[in-house]
C-alpha cells in the first residue's frame, strides 16, 4: 500500500513559477515510477510526466514539455514537479501517482493516487 500526499499548490500569475511536491509513504519507494497528472474543470485527466525508479529517465506530456520538469529523491520518498513559464491553461487539480511497472502516460496503469493540489494560473 503507498499513501501519496501532494503541497505546492496556489495561485501563481502567468510567467510565474510554482514547484509540487508529493510525499510517499512507500515501505520501498524505489520499487515504484512515479507521475503527475492533471484535471481540469471539465474533468480532463491529462498526463504531464513520469520519472523512472531511479531518477534517470523521465516522459512528459507534450504540452508540458520545455516548461515542467519532474525529479525524485529516494532517499527522501519525494517526486517533484518544477513548473515554469506557467499558463492559464495549466490551471488544473494536480496528482501525484504511482505504478510498480514502466512510465506510462495512461491513468489507468497507475495504482496509487494522491487527494490532489489546486494550481491555478491568472492571466
Known amino acids: 500500500q503507498v499513501h501519496l500526499v501532494e503541497s505546492g499548490g496556489g495561485l501563481v500569475q502567468a510567467g510565474g513559477s510554482l514547484r509540487l511536491s508529493c510525499a510517499a509513504s512507500?515501505?520501498?519507494?524505489?520499487?515504484?515510477?512515479m507521475g503527475w497528472f492533471r484535471q481540469t474543470a471539465d474533468n480532463e485527466r491529462e498526463f504531464v510526466a513520469a520519472v523512472s525508479r531511479t531518477g534517470t529517465q523521465t516522459h512528459y506530456g507534450d504540452s508540458v514539455k520545455g516548461r515542467f520538469t519532474i525529479s525524485r529523491d529516494n532517499a527522501k520518498k519525494t517526486v517533484s514537479l518544477q513548473m515554469n513559464n506557467l499558463e492559464p491553461e495549466d490551471t488544473a487539480i494536480y496528482y501525484c501517482?504511482?505504478?510498480?511497472?514502466?512510465?506510462?502516460?495512461?491513468?489507468?496503469?497507475?495504482?496509487?493516487w494522491g487527494q490532489g493540489t489546486q494550481v491555478t494560473v491568472s492571466s
Open positions: 501517482a504511482a505504478n510498480g511497472f514502466n512510465l506510462y502516460d495512461d491513468y489507468d496503469h497507475y495504482e496509487y
Open positions: 512507500a515501505r520501498i519507494f524505489t520499487y515504484y515510477v
